[in-house]
């Protein structure tokens, strides 16, 4: 046989066997198995492995976790059964996977966390937040004495997004601020000293002032902003902590999309009024107002890709439920029936059914947790699906509190995508985070 023939038939057949094992069962729910669990205090969980050998299973410390039942640090398994996990009392264990006791295969790092109880949420809030600083939001040009045209901020470097925190050494904790000090540098001809944030780093810059002779004023060349309004959904309220959680995404400005870093924040009451019901290609919303007596509900003190979060006094009224319920972490949400909660109509929280279609394995955050569909007649008639203002929406399933609804597919309203609880619960510090998260955008 012709040696290149052979060389090419070898490698034929090496590929596929690759394919082949890779295929295989066994190979995919290795690489299915995670590096990281958490559980709750009493609860069980499984490794499943599908492998026809024999194995032994070491566990560090038996009092924190049990594996098959067993307080023993090790003993002998058959990887072709699941591996039991029960969780005995708050701390942190290793188990250890050897094949034939002596070849390393897996090593699970698990936390057990005391059991976590929150109410669940589903009310309308109003949403009002004061930036930490001064968000530039647009350039426009000044009219000058010659005639000409500019723009004094984007001439110094400043772009949309961009954070102002000091002017000549005074800090912007308010946009009102800023004409006097502006004024005033013109008048005396001197550049305005700018320390600002992009990104997250601290920069500088000078910028002069340039007198507008159509409204006899000196400018910036910048639209500028301090504050934001909306409406979201409230998802829990801890009681034991007083912390609550909302909205399952970021605060992000209108006009540069930019995250909103939050210097101080209020949630209030607020009363549906009508619905926009969603249609393929355009996102309905909830209209609503803030009440005229409303009561401020609680304090906005982070603002991070799961929500908002901050301190809460009461508990809310118009909940569905009169005590806490059990948390579900993520590795607990299935493919199925769930229930959303949200508000409709004035401030009376429902219940309607939604059918979880997918979800992700995130052994890290990530807001895209899972897919669910709207499946309930009554919700799918009054708003065509998932509309803006519906997001933090608490999920349940099977009595636990698993996640919030966070975005809506524009193509089909009665989908979108819900991020597990668990996440937004760490933003909130009820859970402690994991040691790799990043940071929060955090009030100052």
């Given at each position: 046989?012709?040696?290149?023939?052979?060389?090419?038939?070898?490698?034929?057949?090496?590929?596929?066997?690759?394919?082949?094992?890779?295929?295989?069962?066994?190979?995919?729910?290795?690489?299915?198995?995670?590096?990281?669990?958490?559980?709750?205090?009493?609860?069980?969980?499984?490794?499943?492995?599908?492998?026809?050998?024999?194995?032994?299973?070491?566990?560090?410390?038996?009092?924190?976790?049990?594996?098959?039942?067993?307080?023993?640090?090790?003993?002998?398994?058959?990887?072709?059964?699941?591996?039991?996990?029960?969780?005995?009392?708050?701390?942190?264990?290793?188990?250890?996977?050897?094949?034939?006791?002596t070849i390393p295969l897996k090593t699970v790092n698990v936390d057990v966390m005391p059991e976590l109880k929150v109410v669940p949420g589903g009310q309308t809030i109003g949403v009002k937040v004061k930036s930490a600083g001064i968000l530039v939001v647009g350039h426009h040009l000044v009219h000058g004495g010659s005639g000409g045209k500019?723009?004094?901020?984007?001439?110094?470097?400043?772009?949309?997004?961009?954070?102002?925190?000091?002017?000549?050494?005074?800090?912007?904790?308010?946009v009102t601020k800023v004409a006097a000090i502006v004024d005033q540098a013109g008048k005396a001809n001197k550049p305005l000293n700018i320390i600002f944030k992009r990104d997250g780093h601290e920069m500088r810059t000078k910028l002069s002032p340039a007198f507008d002779e159509q409204d006899q004023t000196w400018r910036l060349g910048l639209y500028i902003r301090d504050s934001a309004a909306g409406v979201g959904t409230l998802t829990f309220y801890a009681p034991h902590q007083k912390v609550y959680g909302a909205l399952g995404h970021v605060i992000t400005d209108?006009?540069?999309?930019?995250?909103?870093?939050?210097?101080?924040?209020?949630?209030?009451?607020?009363?549906?009024?009508?619905?926009?019901?969603?249609?393929?290609?355009?996102?309905?919303?909830?209209?609503?107002?803030?009440?005229?007596?409303?009561?401020?509900?609680?304090d906005v003190q982070r603002n991070t890709p799961f929500g908002i979060f901050g301190k809460m006094k009461d508990k809310p009224e118009h909940s569905l439920y009169p005590e806490p319920i059990p948390v579900g972490l993520s590795g607990e949400v299935k493919v199925g029936p769930a229930e959303i909660l949200t508000v409709v109509?004035?401030?009376?929280?429902?219940?309607?059914?939604?059918?979880?279609?997918?979800?992700?394995?995130?052994?890290?955050?990530?807001?895209?947790?899972?897919?669910?569909?709207?499946?309930?007649?009554?919700?799918?008639?009054?708003?065509?699906?998932?509309?803006?203002g519906m997001s933090g929406s608490p999920i349940v399933q099977n009595g636990k509190l698993i996640g919030a609804v966070t975005h809506v597919f524009v193509n089909d309203p009665k989908s979108g995508y819900g991020c597990f609880i668990e996440w937004m619960l760490q933003d909130s510090g009820v859970l402690p985070a994991k040691p790799d998260r990043p940071k929060n955008l955090k009030a100052s």
């Open positions: 046989m012709n040696p290149n023939l052979k060389r090419k038939l070898l490698g034929m057949l090496m590929a596929f066997f690759l394919c082949f094992v890779a295929a295989a069962e066994p190979v995919q729910s290795f690489s299915r198995l995670p590096d990281h669990i958490s559980m709750f205090s009493g609860q069980q969980g499984k490794l499943q492995l599908a492998m026809p050998v024999q194995a032994v299973a070491s566990v560090d410390r038996p009092e924190v976790v049990q594996v098959n039942g067993s307080f023993h640090h090790a003993q002998q398994v058959s990887l072709r059964n699941p591996i039991q996990l029960t969780s005995q009392q708050a701390g942190s264990a290793q188990v250890k996977l050897k094949l034939f006791g500019a723009s004094p901020g984007e001439s110094a470097g400043l772009k949309l997004g961009d954070l102002l925190t000091s002017m000549n050494g005074v800090p912007l904790d308010n209108m006009n540069t999309q930019t995250p909103i870093e939050v210097g101080s924040g209020e949630i209030l009451q607020s009363n549906v009024t009508s619905i926009s019901r969603s249609e393929e290609g355009e996102p309905g919303e909830k209209r609503a107002h803030f009440l005229k007596d409303s009561r401020v509900l609680g109509e004035g401030q009376q929280v429902e219940r309607f059914n939604v059918e979880i279609i997918h979800v992700s394995k995130q052994d890290a955050p990530a807001t895209k947790g899972m897919v669910l569909r709207i499946t309930d007649p009554r919700l799918i008639k009054k708003t065509g699906g998932i509309v803006q």
